[in-house]
């Protein structure tokens, strides 16, 4: 596998059904959580705030956007789910043919971001 080297490769490389998606991720992300580090992890697209923060891939029919666990609530992903989205512990799946739901991705960045900062204080007081 060749090393890709920055996020924007990263999407230009994709399947042209992936790039809208991930373009609206980036911006949300990048829009939402200032100053946090962008770059390429595990050869995915992955972001830093007060440690590992989110990050997102690209795969056949969707994109794959991890937050690690602990980040929604019960309701948010019974919503998520009702309007067709997977979930996993720590990750949404997007269809290529879905919008984005930027509104509860805005919350789960919000939600990560509080928890980040928490785990950092938490260690540096120790």
Known sequence: MTKIPDVTTYILNADEEAQPVMEVLRQIILETIPGLEEKISYNVPFY??????VGF????QHISFGFGSDVVTAEMRSELEAKGYKLGKGTLQIKFN???PVAEIKTILKAKAVLNSEIERTKNNK
Do not use: L
């Open 48 to 53: 830093h705030y007060h440690g590992q923060f």
């Open 57 to 60: 891939s690209a795969h056949k």
């Open 98 to 100: 879905q919008a984005v």
